[in-house]
């Protein structure tokens, strides 16, 4: 069965950049759509990013508009999130979830969230000074 696995994160200073990977095994991420999301400490989960199986559809939480960039490389069955310019406020464990929905890229409404059938374990970010 399909199973995905984030890694990339780690401990970095302010203004530092990391790339994590969602990896999955067991199906092809062709026709998949997937979605980052993360959960701070004491905080509510967010979605931060999706990106459609055709990349029509991307989305950014406006916190990391013009820092963060979702892409995806069906050859390596991988789905990226480039985090530039981190901030103290993007320490989170970073999860990616896939649905077969594979248009489906929506970030403000939650009622999308129930189409996410698939989620890794997490990876930790940590931006401290």
């Known amino acids: 069965q399909m199973q995905l696995a984030e890694s990339g994160g780690g401990s970095v200073r302010p203004g530092e950049s990391l790339r994590l990977s969602c990896a999955a095994s067991?199906?092809?991420?062709?026709?998949?759509?997937i979605t980052w999301f993360r959960q701070a400490p004491g905080k509510e989960r967010e979605a931060v990013s999706c990106?459609?199986?055709?990349?029509?559809?991307?989305d950014y939480v406006d916190s990391v508009k013009g820092r963060f960039t979702i892409s995806r490389d069906n050859a390596k069955n991988t789905v990226y999130l480039q985090m530039n310019s981190l901030r103290l406020e993007d320490t989170a464990v970073y999860y990616c979830?896939?649905?077969?929905?594979?248009?489906?890229?929506?970030?403000?409404?939650?009622?999308?969230?129930?189409?996410?059938?698939?989620w890794g374990q997490g990876t930790l970010v940590t931006v401290s000074s």
């Open positions: 067991g199906v092809t991420l062709d026709y998949y759509a």
């Open positions: 979830a896939a649905t077969t929905e594979s248009e489906l890229c929506e970030i403000s409404d939650s009622r999308a969230f129930r189409f996410l059938e698939v």
């Open positions: 990106i459609s199986a055709s990349e029509r559809r991307i």
